[in-house]
């Protein structure tokens, strides 16, 4: 059964705090993902990783890195928070076959 | 920019009717999936289709795809109120780098008992 597994599934942290999500899969996928999920807005897709040490912008990058030094790994980083990146953090992996995406079961973080 | 519309945006119903959702687009996609989540979960993908026209069944759910490839359906046969939540689909674009998906916005629906 496929895996997709996140650091934490509630996160409370103070603005200006610098945050760290990780997000681990056990399928071998060579690409992963980092989206944020709000209300009305859908899934936006904030970096993706096609390899190791590989990173590419999504639509939303400002505010947020990523590092992927495993290929199992894919941490999410921000630098500052701020109350604005308030939101539900989904991790996902997908293999380059069919390219499906198998989702993490979410971080919600709340910034104060 | 590869957009994909989902209609309805919210759908209620009673256990037992059947019901559509679509997903429509003006781009070509080489795939397309469709999720489901259920509040303060992940997306769980249901199926994949992959060829113009394409049907799939999964018990009551049956997918399409397009015979163009720019639209796919999700119709339910008979809703439970296990069918309760957030219905996403997702489309992969034609190009070699294509290595992210396209997401609908999602068709959040709700089954009465």
């Known amino acids: 059964d496929v895996k997709v597994t996140q650091s934490s599934r509630y996160l409370v942290k103070r603005t200006g705090e610098k945050v760290f999500l990780e997000c681990v899969q056990d399928?071998?996928?060579?690409?992963m993902f980092w989206y944020r999920q709000d209300p009305g807005l859908g899934l936006r897709l904030i970096y993706f990783s096609y390899d190791v040490k590989m990173k590419e912008k999504g639509d939303i990058p400002e505010g947020y890195s990523v590092s992927r030094e495993k290929k199992e790994r894919f941490s999410l980083i921000l630098e500052s928070a701020s109350t604005n990146q308030t939101s539900m953090y989904l991790c996902?992996?997908?293999?380059?076959?069919?390219?499906?995406?198998?989702f993490g079961p979410g971080t919600r973080l709340t910034v104060t | 920019t590869q957009l994909l519309e989902q209609s309805p945006q919210f759908l209620s119903i009673q256990e037992g009717e059947n019901l559509t959702v679509y997903c429509n687009s003006s781009s070509v996609f080489s795939s397309l999936q469709w999720y489901r989540q259920e509040p303060g979960e992940g997306p769980v993908l249901l199926v994949t289709v992959v060829t113009g026209g394409e049907v799939k069944k999964l018990k009551r759910l049956t997918f399409q795809f397009g015979d163009a490839r720019k639209d796919s359906s999700l119709h339910i046969t008979a809703a439970q109120p296990g069918d309760t939540g957030l219905y996403l689909c997702?489309?992969?674009?034609?190009?070699?780098?294509?290595?992210?998906?396209?997401f609908g916005k999602g068709t959040k629906l709700s089954v009465i008992p």
């Open positions: 996902a992996s997908s293999d380059r076959n069919l390219y499906e995406q198998y």
């Open positions: 399928m071998d996928h060579e690409n």
């Open positions: 997702a489309g992969r674009g034609t190009g070699a780098g294509s290595y992210q998906l396209t």
